[in-house]
């Protein structure tokens, strides 16, 4: 059964999902200069070339490192149903991937396995049906819903972004604490040189010197504590 499982896996889910994957993802590109293009037709709104180079320089030298930092890390969580998904609804680290990695937790299956391709891609559907349940419902009575709000509340919810990025670090940290004492340590030095000054001179401003040089420290701080055992495994 697990054969036949594992063939209907490879041989029909997989590509299909691919197939479709890639139509919708064409599909989106054009759909994204929507908000734009009715900007110039009904309001008139033509930014100056200055306007749109700073823009695009400053988009680009923030954008550059997620481009090659988000395959490399988000991968292995949401693989190829969910990668699909995730571009094209959006909010990969804030939203999909914690649902992910809620969802994988929940059902202790491993990332990348059949099951928890399966199971991150049911997530991250429901995660975006939720999200455009919610959405719909903030576009047509937002203004509403915050004014009845108190302020106790409407504080909280400038906290709402660094508690998921807290509680999927801590996730992270303890499923192998001997990496996390290495690694986050040296985020936090790369954050404070950061801070500092230290990577302006580089190209584009040097903004994603930081994220580039957490995420090779990881890589190789992996490879150093668990290269060997992972070849031991292997070779057995």
Excluded at 112 to 130: D, H, K, P, Q
Aim: aromatic fraction near 10%; glycine fraction near 8%; include cysteine.
């Amino acid at each position: 059964m697990q054969e036949k499982h594992r063939q209907v896996y490879d041989k029909e889910y997989l590509p299909y999902i691919t197939k479709w994957g890639k139509i919708t993802c064409w599909l989106s590109i054009p759909l994204i200069f929507i908000p734009a293009v009715a900007l110039v037709v009904f309001y008139g709104a033509r930014p100056s070339w200055a306007g749109v180079m700073t823009g695009f320089i400053s988009l680009f030298s923030a954008m550059l490192a997620w481009y090659v930092v988000d395959p490399i890390t988000l991968f292995p969580i949401l693989h190829i149903p969910g990668m699909y998904l995730t571009y094209i609804a959006g909010n990969s680290k804030e939203i999909r991937a914690p649902a992910a990695t809620a969802a994988l937790s929940a059902a202790d299956a491993k990332a990348g396995t059949e099951e928890g391709t399966v199971i991150s891609c049911l997530a991250i559907t429901t995660s975006i049906f939720i999200s455009l349940a919610v959405m719909t419902l903030v576009a047509v009575a937002g203004n509403l819903i915050l004014s009845i709000l108190p302020q106790a509340v409407l504080s909280a919810l400038n906290y709402l972004l660094p508690a998921l990025f807290g509680a999927m670090c801590m996730q992270r940290i303890m499923m192998d604490y001997r990496s996390a004492a290495i690694v986050v340590p040296c985020a936090c030095v790369l954050r404070l040189l950061s801070t500092k000054g230290v990577f302006n001179s580089l190209p584009l401003g040097g903004g994603y010197a930081q994220i580039l040089l957490c995420v090779f420290i990881g890589v190789f701080t992996a490879k150093m504590l668990h290269g060997k055992k992972l070849k031991e495994v292997q070779g057995k």
